[in-house]
């Protein structure tokens, strides 16, 4: 029931998710918050434009996880070296923006660390959760 | 507007126990362009598959979804499917309801399920209505091959295309093709000779007339793409001219002077214009140009004057040819793990203190003892042996963290030689597990044990140290509990299998990828064990990871397959992810050349009807590009823009959401 409850008030949390080899990890223990997280595919993380996880919030997600191979090991050999170069200078914009850094995470889960993937999801679903819904960002959109 | 059909899978029950399928497609009915729903059991069944394509047709559907499960799993089939039906195969994108929704959801009411399944079947229904119709990219192939390494490995490849008809160039960076198996005496678990089974591949591969063997040779660089490779290989200077050279050896004869032989392991010495080993492949000689007085100093020149047809060339230069290619097998080996980092089994300072691939050379015929097990330091046949397993293997803190895989069956074998070879002899193996997982691999350990008298004592060697002409081996023998010391004639051990020095460099030549090890990665270990993710590009035996003939031979086999199938078109299609430029806005900044993994963007003139550049565009080369987006992220001025992943598409899934 507490899921739905949230549900209504329509906290949503979108992870960014490369490549779909992650997805091929069967997720047995996975917990209810996952009711939460719908999952945008993308090649690799090299391929996600700032943007991207802007767009996200501003379209009513309350967290946002961004999620790819480990850096050194990039299905694309070195996307991921250029996706956290790109992060570290955009987390300051972000944090700037207004955007709590709690609500948005970054992590690298290989295809094989479905255990990983899972005790993620949970963790950060648990917390965004505890967080409520992001209106603070949404009305300053409205505000505008 | 756009006409699109959802079809909601129920997948038996796996997608239909946790999701209401028939609400989805309901709800789905509802949106904007959407002009046909419905739900069914098993869309992937043969008449779920029917039925998509009849209705594709019947409702002139012009875009497609499937929510079901993961796009690993049906994407093809789908898409087939609706290009069957007349649609272009890029229209039709699929909702992974299964893995991401049914199967993490355990609520009995459906509540969840069903709403998430909705709104992501809804991201992808508008995702969908910016697809644009692709088609697949269609690329010649030059149906030559590059093998890497002639190892076994490398020449069982290099032997299985040039039998499918194709031409192949072999690239071995010693004077001789044979790798490791030719050092070695007998081999598990038939105790055949190595010499016997593997000179004979070696000669096959040098009479073949598709293979073109390159010695003493090094790939420097490699461009292009599957199908389309040129790589410039490094011919060092060998002092001989090969063309004229007839393999008479009298150069070698009269040579007066002497280095270590690497082949030999250092236990003998060569002479300073060799060939490796008696049978070696070319049997041409080289020179050792560090320990040669007439190229060091002009001293000397005895070769040059015996030899009869004048191939010696003190002058020879390293020559860098360019070859063509479509296709590359990387077979390029192990070696051990340098012994002296062991200080505490004393090698490298106890002259009896060896490695198993020394050991190799002393039982075998052609070794520096003829096949007798005589000890370094004084030539005595050594009457008590202990090999000590696992040196440096399945220790992260002094080694490596992986098990070296073939280090218990050669240890065993090693013990059998030694018996079969000193009758009085007893010998001694640490170890910490036996593992003998093959086919006649535990029964061929429990010859060793049964038949030839073994002791295997298990537990870790904590020191060996000289006393008087002996080795002494200090360990524990963790089953009895007890410490125990040995005193014996000689020690092997049996270090950890590593990549070859340069394996990196190598592999970033190639844009392969490589573990914290720098064994080369599969695409897949399971699935694709001899592909790696730059199409185009194989990989065959050690240089993967530890691995014994069987699977090393295996893996060049089945490489050598894969370049035939490859070879069996004219052209090859391949997915059309790529990156595409807008010329109208790109403003040369370079951004994305640097960004790509690949290298994938050029530099392009534009150029008037003159000739005269008017201005610079970045262009990429679709047969390179492998779709990762790098690019796209990296252009600021957003003229650079990802097939099947365009922005457009991207904010249509996140507007939707
Ligand atoms: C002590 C010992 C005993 C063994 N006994 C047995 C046994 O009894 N039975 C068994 O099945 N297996 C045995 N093995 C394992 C066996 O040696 C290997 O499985 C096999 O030799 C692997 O062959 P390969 O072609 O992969 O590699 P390698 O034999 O290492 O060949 C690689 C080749 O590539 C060349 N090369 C490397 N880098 C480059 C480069 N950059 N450019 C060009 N060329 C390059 C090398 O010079 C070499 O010729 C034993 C191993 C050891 C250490
Ligand atoms: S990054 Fe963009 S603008 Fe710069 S060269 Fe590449 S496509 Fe052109
Ligand atoms: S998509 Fe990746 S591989 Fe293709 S051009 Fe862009 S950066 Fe290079
Ligand atoms: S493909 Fe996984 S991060 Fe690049």
Redesign the interface.
């Known amino acids: 029931m507490k899921?739905?409850t949230i549900?209504t008030l329509n906290p949503?949390s979108?992870p960014l998710c490369a490549t779909?080899a992650l997805?091929?990890a069967?997720?047995?223990q996975?917990r209810?918050g996952?009711?939460i997280?719908?999952?945008?595919?993308?090649?690799?993380t090299?391929?996600?434009?700032?943007l991207?996880i802007i767009?996200?919030f501003e379209?009513?997600?309350d967290g946002v996880i961004v999620s790819g191979c480990h850096p050194?090991?990039?299905?694309?050999?070195?996307?991921n070296y250029?996706?956290r170069r790109?992060w570290i200078a955009f987390k300051s914009l972000l944090e700037f923006t207004g955007i709590d850094m709690k609500r948005l995470h970054f992590s690298w889960v290989s295809a094989s660390e479905a255990i990983k993937w899972v005790d993620l999801i949970n963790n950060i679903t648990d917390e965004v959760k505890k967080l409520g819904p992001f209106v603070e960002y949404r009305n300053l959109r409205e505000a505008q | 507007m756009p006409r699109i059909g959802v079809f909601v899978c129920q997948c038996g029950t796996n997608i239909a126990s946790t999701v209401d399928t028939k609400k989805v497609a309901d709800e789905m009915a509802k949106l904007p362009g959407v002009v046909y729903t419905g739900d069914y059991k098993f869309m992937c069944s043969a008449p779920g598959q029917d039925n998509l394509k009849e209705i594709v047709k019947e409702h002139k559907l012009d875009g497609v979804i499937v929510s079901a499960c993961s796009p690993h799993m049906h994407e093809k089939t789908f898409r087939k499917a609706v290009e069957a039906a007349g649609l272009n195969p890029y229209k039709c994108e699929i909702t992974n309801i299964r893995e991401q929704c049914s199967w993490v959801h355990h609520d009995a009411t459906k509540a969840t399920g069903t709403l998430k399944s909705i709104d992501l079947t809804r991201m992808a229904i508008e995702r969908l209505k910016k697809n644009k119709s692709l088609s697949k990219i269609k690329i010649p192939i030059k149906k030559r091959a590059l093998v890497i390494g002639g190892g076994i490995a490398g020449i069982q490849a290099a032997l299985d295309i040039a039998e499918g008809g194709r031409q192949v160039i072999l690239v071995e960076r010693e004077p001789s093709i044979g790798g490791n198996m030719a050092k070695l005496s007998e081999t598990f678990p038939t105790m055949d000779c190595s010499q016997c089974i593997m000179t004979p591949k070696m000669v096959e591969a040098s009479l073949n007339e598709n293979i073109k063997i390159l010695t003493w040779s090094e790939v420097e660089k490699v461009d292009g793409y599957i199908g389309n490779f040129t790589v410039q290989i490094r011919k060092k200077a060998r002092y001989v001219n090969e063309d004229l050279c007839n393999g008479c050896g009298l150069c070698i004869e009269k040579c007066p002077f002497k280095a270590k032989s690497e082949f030999e392991m250092g236990m003998t010495q060569r002479k300073v214009i060799y060939t490796p080993f008696p049978q070696a492949v070319p049997n041409i000689p080289v020179i050792d140009a560090a320990n040669c007085p007439k190229i060091q100093k002009d001293k000397c020149g005895a070769c040059a004057i015996v030899c009869g047809p004048k191939c010696i060339d003190f002058k020879q230069q390293d020559a860098v040819i360019t070859e063509d290619v479509g296709a590359i097998v990387v077979a390029t080996g192990y070696q051990l793990m340098p012994n002296e980092r062991f200080g505490e089994y004393g090698y490298g300072k106890i002259k009896d203190v060896i490695s198993g691939l020394q050991f190799e050379r002393l039982a075998s015929a052609s070794g520096p003892t003829g096949g007798e097990i005589r000890r370094p330091s004084d030539g005595k046949t050594p009457k008590n042996v202990v090999f000590i397993q696992c040196v440096g293997s399945r220790d992260e803190k002094k080694g490596v963290s992986y098990c070296s895989k073939i280090c218990c069956m050669y240890t065993a074998k090693h013990t059998m030689l030694y018996k079969h070879k000193v009758h009085d002899g007893q010998s001694y193996v640490f170890y910490m597990d036996i593992r003998a997982g093959g086919k006649r691999y535990e029964e061929f350990v429990r010859r060793a044990i049964e038949h030839d008298g073994a002791m295997y004592l298990r537990g870790r060697v904590s020191r060996v140290y000289e006393k008087d002409g002996k080795v002494i081996v200090q360990g524990a023998d963790t089953l009895s509990g007890n410490q125990v010391e040995l005193e014996a004639d000689m020690v092997v051990l049996a270090t950890a299998i590593v990549s070859r020095d340069g394996a990196d460099s190598l592999a970033q030549k190639l844009g392969i990828g490589y573990d914290k090890y720098k064994f080369y990665n599969e695409y897949h270990p399971k699935l694709k064990p001899v592909e790696t993710v730059t199409a185009g590009i194989f990989l065959a035996g050690t240089c993967v990871g530890p691995m014994d003939i069987p699977e090393s031979v295996s893996m060049g086999s089945a490489s050598a397959s894969k370049v035939l199938a490859l070879f069996s078109n004219d052209q090859m299609a391949r997915e059309p992810i790529t990156a595409n430029v807008n010329r109208m806005t790109c403003n040369a900044c370079w951004d994305c050349v640097v960004a790509c993994p690949y290298n994938a963007i050029e530099k392009e003139e534009v150029k008037n009807r003159q000739g005269v550049v008017l201005k610079m565009l970045a262009k990429v080369n679709e047969g390179v590009c492998q779709g990762c987006g790098v690019c796209v992220a990296a252009c600021r001025s957003k003229s650079i823009d990802l097939r099947g992943y365009t922005d457009e598409q991207v904010y249509a899934a996140l507007a939707a959401f």
């Open positions: 899921a739905n549900l949503k979108l779909g997805m091929q069967r997720i047995w996975a209810a996952w009711s997280v719908r999952i945008i595919k993308l090649p690799c090299g391929r996600i434009d700032p991207f767009k996200a379209k009513g997600a050194g090991d990039c299905h694309y050999t070195t996307g250029h996706a790109r």
